[in-house]
């Protein structure tokens, strides 16, 4: 594995961001009990800030774990709705908890089911979130490219993917994210970049 940001500067880009939300720490406390992968404060604010540039209406989320990443879209969206979508029931009653618990309930949809098909009931998706299974990042944007509205942005978390992308690892996650950085750089209807930070953001916008 090769670390993505040196740990002292990660340190340091989470020393200036304020304390906020006591909700977000909470889920942040539960995540780090179970041990359970979410996009962290970091790529939180830098998902908040590509959301107050594009003003979407509606968000689109492959992979919504608990709900934090979808809390994040959520609270810097002023219109529209984010869908979430993960398989496990569990993570998605708890996701309906905290948005219930929150002003945020009346922007949010919730789904259990295999993401690759339950997206795939939504159009012209102003922002599509990719954080599913690795292996599946290629067919993901393959499925969903359709439905993706003029102009939209795909986001996908761990596009670095540990730094195994550049190592001799050939695991079937890190073979997928390869596959799936490559075919965003290589089609002429995306145009694409890789944020290093934490473990990689790739964000692309549709413009074929
Ligand atoms: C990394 S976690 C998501 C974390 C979440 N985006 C966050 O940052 O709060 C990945 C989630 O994707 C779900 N998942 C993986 N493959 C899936 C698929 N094909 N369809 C639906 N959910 C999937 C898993 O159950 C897991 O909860």
């Given at each position: ?59 689109v989320?492959l ?62 998706i102003d922002i599509l979130f990719i ?6 990042y290629?067919?993901a944007v393959?499925?969903m490219k359709?439905?993706l509205?003029?102009?939209a942005l795909v986001i996908a ?23 799936f950085?490559?075919?965003m750089?290589?089609d002429?209807d995306f145009f694409s ?9 790739l964000v692309s916008q549709k413009?074929?």
């Amino acid at each position: 594995m090769i670390p993505v940001t040196d740990p002292r500067i990660e340190k340091y880009l989470l020393s200036l961001l304020p304390d906020d939300d006591p909700l977000l720490r909470e889920m942040e406390r539960i995540a780090r009990e179970k041990g359970f992968p979410i996009i962290d404060r970091l790529v939180g604010r830098f998902i908040s800030l590509l959301v107050r540039i594009k003003n979407p209406q509606l968000v689109v989320e492959l992979g919504s774990g608990f709900g934090y990443s979808a809390y994040w879209f959520a609270r810097a969206m002023n219109r529209g709705k984010v869908v979430l979508i993960d398989y496990d029931e569990s993570n998605i009653d708890y996701a309906r908890g905290i948005f219930e618990g929150s002003a945020l309930a009346p922007q949010a949809e919730f789904h259990v089911g295999d993401a690759l098909i339950v997206g795939q009931q939504y159009h012209d998706i102003d922002i599509l979130f990719i954080d599913i299974d690795k292996y599946q990042y290629l067919d993901a944007v393959a499925a969903m490219k359709p439905h993706l509205a003029k102009d939209a942005l795909v986001i996908a978390d761990n596009t670095l993917w540990y730094g195994k992308v550049a190592d001799r690892e050939n695991d079937l996650d890190t073979m997928g994210i390869r596959a799936f950085n490559q075919q965003m750089f290589r089609d002429r209807d995306f145009f694409s970049t890789i944020i290093p930070l934490r473990d990689g953001v790739l964000v692309s916008q549709k413009i074929g």
